[in-house]
């Protein structure tokens, strides 16, 4: 294997990598993304279920329930910002991903085209070298 081939090969390994540990990445931000989506949707179940009998209510249990709906309300505008933030994590993975997928198959591309080219080289330096005759 000569010096070129070898350093196309580490250059191929190291693309390799680098395209898996951006697509690591990005999962982790999906996964984020969808955990914080979660308890948003926990957040807002539990809201909902919030709601006064029909009938008799006690005034304390009707301001327990307004303190914790206040409360959940709160926690769910506070997470909009963290779910934005994993959104744009989770869109800037995929991008890196994309890239180190392009940058991937460029180099592999570009190797299996020097490696047809050296093929072809070797070939023709074996055609125009003169043949031995061997006796018999």
Do not use: C, F, W
Request: aromatic letters at 0%; charged letters at 30%.
């Amino acid at each position: 294997m000569s010096a070129a081939t070898a350093r196309r090969q580490r250059l191929i390994r190291a693309r390799e990598i680098q395209h898996m540990m951006a697509a690591a990445a990005s999962a982790a931000a999906e996964q984020k993304e969808q955990h914080l989506q979660g308890i948003a949707t926990r957040i807002a179940g539990l809201r909902q279920g919030l709601s006064a009998n029909t009938g008799y209510n006690r005034a304390t249990d009707l301001v327990v329930m307004g303190e914790l709906a206040t409360r959940l309300e709160g926690a769910q505008k506070s997470l909009v910002p963290h779910q934005q933030a994993a959104r744009q994590s989770t869109e800037m993975a995929r991008a890196k991903t994309i890239h180190a997928a392009l940058a991937e198959r460029r180099i592999t591309r570009l190797d299996e085209k020097r490696s047809a080219e050296e093929e072809r080289q070797r070939d023709l330096r074996q055609m125009a070298a003169p043949r031995r005759m061997v006796a018999r």
